[in-house]
């Protein structure tokens, strides 16, 4: 049974940064595509960031250049740098774990999903 938990989140002002992290275990993270999804208020899910165990991270276009995937395969650990935060930011934060497929920029590219952390960017 693979699990991930979320950690990191909180309230920050616009301009601000957090950096989430995302504990898996099991023993086969290193081949994990790790991925980031959020969930803004009254809004459907939507990816922000991904990394495949080969080959550069991916990004949604609405974070390129504010925020980094990174991860430590001896941590099994994933995590998601945000810098200059908006308040449009704002939303619940999942992390994501899936074996590799083509497609890693929605759900269905993940097998095992995060409880979620809140992510509140002030203006």
């Known amino acids: 049974q693979v699990q991930l938990v979320e950690s990191g989140g909180g309230l920050v002002q616009a301009g601000g940064s957090l950096r989430l992290s995302c504990a898996v275990s099991?023993?086969?993270?290193?081949?994990?595509?790790m991925g980031w999804f959020r969930q803004p208020p009254g809004k459907e899910r939507e990816f922000v960031a991904a990394?495949?165990?080969?080959?550069?991270?991916t990004y949604a276009d609405s974070v390129k250049g504010r925020f980094t995937i990174s991860r430590d395969d001896a941590k099994n650990t994933v995590y998601l740098q945000m810098n200059s935060l908006k308040p449009e930011d704002t939303a619940i934060y999942y992390c994501?774990?899936?074996?590799?497929?083509?497609?890693?920029?929605?759900?269905?590219?993940?097998?095992?999903w995060g409880q979620g952390t809140q992510v509140t960017v002030s203006s």
């Open positions: 099991g023993r086969t993270f290193s081949s994990y595509t």
């Open positions: 994501a774990a899936g074996v590799p497929r083509p497609v890693v920029t929605t759900s269905r590219g993940y097998d095992y």
């Open positions: 990394s495949r165990w080969s080959g550069g991270p």
